[in-house]
């Protein structure tokens, strides 16, 4: 019902930027909070910022101060500018979405996953 759409991963050196985006498309009332995760093979998925629908923001300690997290309501979309990348934060990163919809007689919510986009940091 719901498909969520990331871009702007890719190689950099460290100390460099990159911007994320991912736009959210199908039968959406509304989205509530938006984020970013990111995972390494072997390991399990972390947070890395969120966002609610009011641009309330939560933040990795070990992101803090580096990246940032935006949304364009009106479009559907978040995005993830990640500055100072270093070689730890290469990792594969997951867009997630809190979408209520509704059916014509009730609300109801789920989440939604995108299908990842690769960042790697390396020289």
């Known amino acids: 019902q719901v498909q969520l759409v990331e871009s702007g991963g890719g190689l950099v050196q460290p100390g460099g930027s990159l911007r994320l985006s991912c736009a959210a498309s199908?039968?959406?009332?509304?989205?509530?909070?938006m984020g970013w995760y990111r995972q390494t093979p072997g390991k399990q998925r972390e947070l890395v910022a969120t966002?609610?629908?009011?641009?309330?923001?939560t933040y990795a300690d070990s992101v803090k101060g580096r990246f940032t997290i935006s949304r364009e309501n009106a479009k559907n979309t978040v995005y993830l500018q990640m500055n100072s990348l270093k070689p730890e934060d290469t990792a594969g990163y997951y867009c997630?979405?809190?979408?209520?919809?509704?059916?014509?007689?009730?609300?109801?919510?789920?989440?939604?996953w995108g299908q990842g986009t690769q960042v790697t940091v390396s020289s």
């Open positions: 966002i609610t629908s009011g641009g309330s923001t």
């Open positions: 997630n979405a809190d979408v209520t919809h509704y059916s014509g007689a009730y609300y109801y919510t789920a989440v939604y």
């Open positions: 199908g039968s959406i009332f509304s989205i509530n909070a």
